[in-house]
Nanobody, 128 residues
Framework: QVQLVESGGGLVQPGGSLRLSCAASGFTFSNYAMTWYRQVPGKERELVASITSTGGRINYADSVKGRFTISRDNAKNMVYLQMNSLQPEDTAVYYC?????????????????????WGQGTQVTVSS
């Protein structure tokens, strides 16, 4: 059973810090790129940070660059998001996402199959 479980959210004052965790199970974690998304009610889901399967490439949204750090521990099937200097605009539900592309031979050609898993989210509220 594929499962992604986020934790670490909560209420924090502006300028404070939180560390989100995502525990993965039911799939080969080390083969998946991991991404943190966030969403505010009524708004589109926003990509916050992503990390490749080996951790060799990392991307951040401009709005969080320099403040947030994504990391992963493949031995523990965990991905983290360290959030510093939090601002009210960071308030959202944060979701953990796992993505992978599997290739199969079909009709003499390699054909991709996409895998995309989501957690239930954890609430982060930044308020004074």
């Amino acid at each position: 059973q594929v499962q992604l479980v986020e934790s670490g959210g909560g209420l924090v004052q502006p300028g404070g810090s939180l560390r989100l965790s995502c525990a993965a199970s039911g799939f080969t974690f080390s083969n998946y790129a991991m991404t943190w998304y966030r969403q505010v009610p009524g708004k589109e889901r926003e990509l916050v940070a992503s990390i490749t399967s080996t951790g060799g490439r990392i991307n951040y949204a401009d709005s969080v660059k320099g403040r947030f750090t994504i990391s992963r521990d493949n031995a523990k099937n965990m991905v983290y998001l360290q959030m510093n200097s939090l601002q009210p605009e960071d308030t959202a539900v944060y979701y953990c996402n796992a993505q992978s592309t599997a290739w199969r031979l079909q009709g003499g050609s390699l054909v991709p199959s996409k895998y995309d898993y989501w957690g239930q989210g954890t609430q982060v509220t930044v308020s004074s």
